[in-house]
């Protein structure tokens, strides 16, 4: 007689990676209100970048967001203001390593995952 294994399921129908980043979120069923806080101090702040820091879909996140430009919230662990001065410098280091090509756009995504990654 041949023994099995147990079946182990570690997605489910609604987390597989057909559904997209979205369904891994740390976030997924917490209250956003965190993740906009009013106003943006370090304390307010601090509930919000721990999720993101356990977070396995962050960098995703951050990249979606960048490429947005979005405005609001803590997106990826990071604030609006974080966000657009982690693009900038990214921005500069890509026009660094290609100086001549000024006409050469590089995605935030791929940005923040040479960065981060
Ligand atoms: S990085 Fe933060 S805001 Fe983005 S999906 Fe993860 S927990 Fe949510």
Redesign the pocket.
Known sequence: MVQTQPETHTETPTRTRRAGWRAW???AGLDTEI?YPEPLTPDTKADAKA??AR?P??LD?LAEAIAANEPFG????LTPRERRSLLRRLQRDARREAPGDRHTTVSPRRLVAVDCG
Request: with cysteine; hydrophobic share 35%; charged share 20%.
């Open positions: 979120a740390e976030c993740f999720v993101c977070c879909v962050r996140c803590i997106r990826g662990g």
